[in-house]
């Protein structure tokens, strides 16, 4: 076998390898095409205020948030991705991107009634987040409150106050832990620097 021959198999054996590297890439990282979401707010909110509601007694009853991403398809219909359990004051959900799925917005509940926690409004965190992953956020708390976290316009907005979803029977209002109607980044952080966490 001569010289040039050699380079020539050797070549042809790099090419192949190269080859099968790409077509492996392809297979496991789908190009991902970011898209407009198309459903209306209105909808995803009445989708993420069922989801929740279906998740209160069970975030009571175990003391615990649950959370989850809901996704929409290239249809424009909702789904949830899948809901992860956390504990008693955090949850970290899972995302997966796939092609033809669009992050929509995230939700998590706040678990059960304590005179621990001021937990009634969005927390810090939870505004924070959403922002970071330009997705808006809702919230169940245990006294029924229902939060949207716009990322937006970077505000929580109370969309409806005590009792309008399933509340947590070992709940009682503690007044100063009562929520504005409205927060920002600022007030947020008043709210927490002011507020006394146990009721
Ligand atoms: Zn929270």
Redesign the pocket.
């Known amino acids: 076998m001569n010289l040039s021959r050699t380079n020539a198999i050797i070549l042809a054996i790099c090419a192949l390898a190269w080859v099968l590297v790409v077509v492996r890439i392809a297979q496991h990282e789908p190009v991902y095409e970011p898209r407009e979401i198309v459903s209306a707010r209105d909808d995803v909110q009445r989708y993420a205020r069922q989801q929740l509601n279906d998740l209160q007694r069970r975030s009571f009853h175990e003391s615990r948030?649950f959370c989850g991403v809901i996704v929409e398809d290239e249809l424009g219909n909702l789904s949830t991705m899948s809901v992860s359990e956390g504990d008693i004051a955090s949850?970290q959900y899972e995302y997966e991107g796939r092609v033809g799925i669009t992050p929509v917005a995230s939700f998590?509940t706040?678990g059960g009634a304590s005179i621990r926690f001021d937990?009634e409004a969005?927390?810090l965190?939870?505004l924070q987040s959403d922002i970071a992953s330009r997705m808006d956020g809702y919230?169940a708390t245990p006294g029924g409150r229902f939060w949207r976290i716009d990322w937006q316009s970077q505000t929580a907005n109370l969309i409806c106050d005590e009792g309008c979803l399933l509340q947590d029977p070992d709940y009682t209002p503690c007044p100063a832990h009562e929520p504005a109607g409205q927060y920002d980044i600022k007030r947020l952080q008043k709210r927490f620097r002011d507020t006394p966490s146990r009721c």
């Open positions: 948030e949850c998590h706040h937990d969005p927390s965190q939870d919230l």
